[in-house]
């Protein structure tokens, strides 16, 4: 299980890496992330944030109690849009679940591990937390503050994990090699072998980063395709534009042009398109993610695309969770895997949006939800 857990870090990942030392390349796991994502999910049609893929059913039943509840929760930050987005969405939940939540108290750790471990420790000293809800900021670093609240109260943890089994359940959508599997499978289905892709990654030793990339490797290396970039490790872009953009202008200008444009996270993915439009080169196959810039963009200019997805649902997972766990009900676990559905040109449609701000991340779940479009930015 820890090994699950393991890989646990957001995929919205601008953050200091992990301090523990771990593999990013097990076959074992690659494979079990491989069948995951062709798994049937069982729970409710249409509600992916409540459905799971496998895994066994955790019984809740000493931790119920009489309602409403006191839910607290510790952010590790709200750094970046997939993690703004979420947070909205995880609000929206707790509306939804006003009947059973009396009280709802956070705390935002800014992406600081001292800050969150002292939030915790005063959060279960306070003694109005009937559950704790985690989204650790690291996984090494978090992890004894986590191990001294599972003592004291129920704990949750979702997006990020901790080096402990003592959560009642850990939430993530399958995780970092899906990703890269997705992304990679896509390019190398639709570029020649001899083909030649880009790979552009945010930064090294964060390790939903490094799964995805591993993951990506194998494929391209079974299909013969040719990766550019740092010695065949894939150039860093610090999920910056600008330096996105011209590590790709720099590719097209020595080498004509490109294939493909694989990507460990698709914030920066209009960069590398326009970067192929300035050059006046034909568009790439490439993988971008949910965000609401690239899916525009793949949509107007008909791109030959995919994108990966880490949906921000999961933060309504978490709160649905929290109220289950306080009602005595059983909830998938220790690891309750989400689907992590992708989107593709057969669903474009369904996703893109030119009302909802560029940054918005689509794989919300957030329709139907109260205060939605405006709450997610969408001005009346």
Known sequence: ?????????????????????????DP??????????????EGPAGKPW????GGGMVDTGKYKKAGPYKVCFSNAGVGNPWRVVGWTTMQAEVDLEKADIAKFTSADAEGKDDKQISDIKDMVASGNCDILVVSPNTTAALTPAVEEACKKIPVITFDRGTNSNCP??????????AFGI????????????????????????VDVLETRWAAAKHIFEEKGIKVLGGEHNGDFTDGDRAKTKSIV??????????????????ATATAAIEAFEDAGMKYPVINGEDQQDFLQAWKKDKLTAIAPTYPTYQWRTAIIAAVKVLKGEAVPGPIWELPDPAITQDNLDKYVSDKLPPLHYAMCGCEGMPGYPERWGVKK
């Open 1 to 25: 299980m820890l090994a699950r857990l393991a890989l646990a870090v957001a995929a919205s990942i601008l953050v200091a890496a992990p301090a523990f030392a771990q593999s990013f390349d």
């Open 168 to 177: 009642v359940t850990h939430i993530l959508p399958i995780g970092g090699y």
């Open 50 to 53: 409540e459905q799971h893929l």
């Open 28 to 41: 074992k796991e690659f494979q079990h992330q491989r069948d995951l994502l062709k798994m049937t999910p």
């Open 249 to 266: 202008a720099d590719y097209l200008a020595k080498n004509g042009q490109l294939d493909g444009v694989w990507m460990d996270a698709g």
């Open 182 to 205: 997705v992304g990679a499978e896509f390019i190398a289905a639709h570029v020649s072998k001899g083909g030649k892709v880009i790979a552009l990654r945010i930064l090294p030793g």
